[in-house]
Structure formats: structure tokens, C-alpha cells
Nanobody, 115 residues
């Protein structure tokens, strides 16, 4: 079955950086659109960044210029580099994979940004 395992979350001060990783298995990774979503307490899950199989990216306005997404097809891994973090970036971050009609989610990793 498809497994997405996130890592790299934690506590960081405002202005700091973190890199999240998501290792995928059980899916044709290079053909999949991969993404990162986040959900803050009391809010709906929202898109952060996605990257297509061809490398095209889509970003939420709130993270443009601060966050980047990349993928390593040889390692079946997608990354989220987060710079200039703000307290409002505090959320559980979820890895997402989409291929055909299938949509898959990781278990999430907590990112907390202190002011």
C-alpha cells in the first residue's frame, strides 16, 4: 500500500528555518504530483506547495518567497524548505501524493514557530 512518512518537524524561533522530508513507498513516485498541506488548530487544511511530475510548482500566496518544494525521484522523497518562518506558520504539515484517481496522505508532522 502507499505510505508517506514525514520527518523534520519541530520547534523553531520566528525567522528560523526548517526542512521537512516525505519518503514515499508503494506508489509510482516519479509520475505523481506531490504536495505539502498544513492544518492549524481550528482551521481547515490548506495547500502550501505542490510539485508536478514535470517539476512545475504551485504555492500558496502566504508562503511565496519563503518556502520551496523539491523532489528527488531517485530517493522517492519530496522536501519542503521553509525559511523566514512566522508564528502563523505553526501547524501540522501533511505530505500528499496524487496519481490518477488516487490521493494519499501522510500522518503529519508538527511545526511550531515561537515568537
Amino acid at each position: 500500500q502507499v505510505q508517506l512518512v514525514e520527518s523534520g518537524g519541530g520547534l523553531v524561533q520566528s525567522g528560523g528555518s526548517l526542512r521537512l522530508s516525505c519518503a514515499a513507498s508503494g506508489i509510482f513516485f516519479s509520475a505523481s504530483t506531490m504536495g505539502w498541506f498544513r492544518q492549524a488548530p481550528g482551521k481547515q487544511r490548506e495547500l502550501v506547495l505542490t510539485i508536478s511530475s514535470g517539476g512545475g510548482t504551485k504555492a500558496a500566496d502566504s508562503v511565496k518567497g519563503r518556502f520551496t518544494i523539491s523532489r528527488d525521484n531517485a530517493k522517492n522523497t519530496v522536501y519542503l524548505q521553509m525559511n523566514s518562518l512566522k508564528p502563523e506558520d505553526t501547524a501540522v504539515y501533511y505530505c500528499n501524493a496524487a496519481l490518477g484517481n488516487g490521493v494519499y496522505w501522510g500522518q503529519g508532522t508538527q511545526v511550531t514557530v515561537s515568537s
